[in-house]
C-alpha cells in the first residue's frame, strides 16, 4: 500500500476541517441557565422553555426544572442584531430595538436555534409595547406582534410576561372589553398553574391601571391600595433584580393612587395625598413625582384665579421634580408640561418672553417624550 504524498495529507485534512465548519456539522450551541438562586447551569442545550417546565440537555442527559426556578437564559454568541437591539432599548429607541430582535430571530431561525428565536421575537414585541407609551397607534402594533409571539409559541416561558402586556397594549388601543377579557384569563390560569405571587401584583397594577382609563377613579384607587399589599405579600418570597422590580411596580401604586384624586377633581385631597407622599418618600424618583403631583393640583386649582403665588409655588415644585427624576420618564414630561402651561398662564399679567419659553418648555416635550401623555397636550398647546 502507497503512502500519501505530504499535499495529499494537507489536502485531507483542509477537506476535514471544512467539514467540520460546515453549517450540517456545526456543533449545537451550548447556552447558560441561570436560576433564581444564582446557580448557573452551563453547557446546556435548551429543550424546551416552557411556562411550568424548563427542559435541557447537559453532559448528554436529558434533565428537567420547575420553570419558577428559572430566572434568565445567557445566550451564547447570540446574532449580533440581539446586542444592538439591547442597545437601542438602553437609549430608549424602542422601534429600532424592535427591528433588531426581529432581524435576530430571523439569523437565530437560520441557525437552528429555535428557542432563541422565540426569545427575540419576544424582545421584538415587547420593546413595542414598552414604547406605545399612550400612542394608540403604537399601540395596536405592539397588540399585533404580542399575539403573534403567543400565538406561535403558546405555554412558553415568556408567556406570562407577554400576556400581561397585551392587556396593556390593548387598554391603551382603546379596547377596554379586550383588556379585560385578557387580564380574566390570566388571573386563572397563573392561580390554577401556581406562577408565583409576583404575577398576582402586576396583574392587579395592570387590572388598577384599566379602572383608572375607564375614569373609575374610586375603584381604581381601591385596586392600587391592593397592589401594594400584593407586592409586600410578593416580596417575602423573592430577591434580586425581580424585588428590584416589584419595589418601582409599588411606588407606581402608590403615585397612582394620588392621581386617581386628580381625576375625580378632588384637589385639596390630591394636594394633601402629594404632599405627604413628597415629605415621607425615602426615594428621589417617588419624591420626583409627589412634587408634580402636587404642582398639577395647585396649576388646576387655579383655573379662573388671579393670585399668581400658587403658581410661583408649582414652578419650585416642578423645577425640584424634574432634577429628582433621575428615571427621566412620565414625570419629566409632566413637569417640563406643566412648567410651559404655567408660563401661558402667567402670559396676561407679564407678556415678556413668557410665551416663547412656554413654547420651548411643550417643544421639548414633544421631543424628548413623544410617547407620553403629555406630549399630546403639548402638541395641542403648540397648535394654538
Not at 430577591?239 to 393612587?257: C, D, I, P, R, Y
Not at 379662573?304 to 432634577?323: F, H, V
Request: with cysteine.
Amino acid at each position: 500500500m502507497s503512502i500519501p504524498s505530504s499535499s495529499a495529507r494537507t489536502s485531507a485534512v483542509a477537506f476535514a476541517v471544512a467539514l467540520l465548519a460546515a453549517p450540517g456539522a456545526a456543533q449545537t450551541v451550548k447556552d447558560t441557565l441561570v436560576k433564581r438562586s444564582g446557580e448557573r447551569l452551563r453547557g446546556v442545550e435548551i429543550l424546551e422553555l416552557g411556562v411550568d417546565t424548563i427542559k435541557y440537555k447537559r453532559a448528554g442527559s436529558e434533565s428537567e426544572m420547575p420553570a419558577l426556578q428559572l430566572s434568565y437564559v445567557e445566550w451564547t454568541e447570540p446574532p449580533d442584531a440581539f446586542d444592538l437591539g439591547r442597545g437601542a432599548l438602553d437609549k430608549g429607541d424602542s422601534e429600532a430595538a424592535a427591528n433588531f430582535f426581529q432581524e435576530a430571530a430571523t439569523k437565530a431561525a437560520e441557525a437552528g436555534r429555535k428557542a432563541l428565536e422565540a426569545e427575540c421575537k419576544f424582545f421584538a414585541a415587547r420593546a413595542l409595547a414598552v414604547g406605545m407609551g399612550t400612542d394608540a397607534t403604537r399601540a395596536a402594533a405592539a397588540r399585533d406582534a404580542l399575539q403573534a409571539f403567543l400565538g406561535a409559541t403558546p405555554g412558553h416561558f415568556r408567556s406570562p410576561e407577554a400576556r400581561l402586556l397585551l392587556a396593556r397594549a390593548m387598554r391603551v388601543a382603546g379596547d377596554a372589553a379586550g383588556a379585560e377579557a385578557a387580564l380574566k384569563s390570566f388571573e386563572e390560569d397563573a392561580l390554577q398553574g401556581g406562577w408565583g405571587l409576583q404575577w398576582d401584583a402586576r396583574a392587579k397594577l395592570e387590572r388598577a391601571q384599566l379602572l383608572l382609563a375607564e375614569n373609575k377613579a374610586a375603584e381604581a384607587r381601591s385596586a392600587f391600595q391592593g397592589v401594594r399589599a400584593a407586592v409586600d405579600a410578593a416580596l417575602g418570597s423573592i430577591e434580586g433584580n425581580e424585588a428590584q422590580e416589584l419595589t418601582a411596580l409599588k411606588m407606581l401604586a402608590v403615585v397612582s393612587e394620588g392621581e386617581t384624586f386628580l381625576r375625580e377633581g378632588k384637589l385639596d385631597e390630591a394636594r394633601k395625598y402629594f404632599s405627604q407622599l413628597a415629605s415621607s418618600a425615602r426615594d428621589d424618583v417617588v419624591r420626583a413625582a409627589a412634587l408634580a403631583g402636587e404642582a398639577q393640583a395647585l396649576v388646576l386649582a387655579h383655573a379662573g384665579k388671579t393670585d399668581t403665588r400658587p403658581l410661583r409655588e408649582a414652578q419650585i415644585k416642578l423645577a425640584e421634580a424634574i432634577l429628582l427624576d433621575t428615571a427621566g420618564a412620565d414625570t419629566s414630561a409632566k413637569a417640563l408640561y406643566l412648567q410651559g402651561k404655567i408660563l401661558s398662564m402667567l402670559s396676561p399679567q407679564q407678556e415678556t418672553d413668557n410665551k416663547q419659553r412656554a413654547r420651548d418648555y411643550f417643544e421639548s416635550v414633544v421631543k424628548h417624550y413623544s410617547g407620553s401623555p403629555w406630549a399630546i397636550e403639548a402638541r395641542a398647546e403648540l397648535k394654538q
